[in-house]
């Protein structure tokens, strides 16, 4: 064993560390004994055991990349990490909770899940992408991997929708990565992906079809364009009552109140109060948490819009009605 001559000081060992994590096979080149790497992971040392034969070089709680870099060096430099850790690392947002570590390993590869580290071996290895030193399963594979380890349809319909909306991936390319792929636990994304390939575009817009139906108002449609008397674009409801003008809106945090979706939102409010037509807003967890109120709501806006002349605006419609 190679015995370094230079002071092992924790900051001389983190130069031949990644972000702090290394493997007890370097140290032990670098002049570290296995016993005295393992004692000063005790209580009261200095550094942390994260995974098998690694550690990290502090006692500090382990970052989200700290805990990738030791999942990657126990599959030997061979993993690619996919689910919930590289949708956040793609900069999705609706990503499920920080702390697991997913990653492929070919399948020759025998290497067990251990604390938070998931390892899934696979025939064939996906294609990747490095992003910020990271290889990364592609956006499809990645948030599949993901959302086929839930049970709440809620989550899983906000992490496809983001990913589509942020334009990682298209809706053809998550249903044909879904198809590709193992079966278990598909069936939530498959009722999420029906929903979007029919343009569903935001998480509660299948609970608004249905609370419409129980208000008992004329019907609906979605994502009909709506021109006012000059023929200029007004906008483009999530839902749109023809014989009343009434569009109503779901205006999700997630989705509509980014500081330019919310200029956006606020000019789209502009030009329906310039055009005449009578909107109602209403935010997505109301459609969950207090349906009979939106009900109220809806109907008070559609006996306001009926007791006024109905404006000049005109539609061009899909066949799609609520």
Known sequence: ???????????????????????????????????????RCQPGGRWTHLLPGIVLL?????????????SLMLTGG???????????????RQAGPHGTVHVL??????????????????????????????????????????????RDLDPVRALLIETVEAGLCTVD??????????????????AVLRELAAEVKSVPEAAALAIWKRAGLPPAERNVR????????????DSWCDELALAWEIDSYAF?????????????????AAAGIVVVQTLPSRIRDEPDKVIAELRAAAEAAARRPRPAVSVVRTDRAA
Not at 12 to 29: D, F, M, N, P
């Open 1 to 39: 064993m190679y015995l370094s001559k230079t002071p092992l000081t924790d900051s001389y060992l983190r130069q031949h560390s990644r972000h702090g994590v290394i493997r007890v096979a370097s140290l032990e080149k670098l002049g570290v004994t296995q016993s005295t790497a393992y004692r």
């Open 226 to 237: 709506i021109l006012d008397a000059s023929g200029n674009y007004v906008g483009k409801p």
């Open 105 to 150: 390993i070919p399948q020759q590869r025998k290497v067990r899940s251990v604390k938070f580290a998931i390892f899934e071996r696979t025939i064939v290895m996906p294609d990747h992408r490095i992003v910020e030193g990271v290889p990364l399963a592609t956006p499809a594979r990645a948030v599949l991997d993901g959302v086929r380890r839930i």
């Open 173 to 190: 390319e998550l249903s044909a990565e879904l198809e590709s792929g193992s079966r278990r636990g598909t069936a939530l994304p498959r």
């Open 78 to 92: 061979r993993g690619v990490v996919s689910g919930f850790e590289a949708a956040r690392r793609y900069g999705l």
């Open 256 to 272: 509509h109140f980014g500081r330019d979706a919310y200029r956006k939102t606020l000019h789209r409010n502009n030009r329906y």
């Open 58 to 70: 502090s006692k500090e709680q382990p970052t989200a990349r700290q805990r990738v870099e030791a």
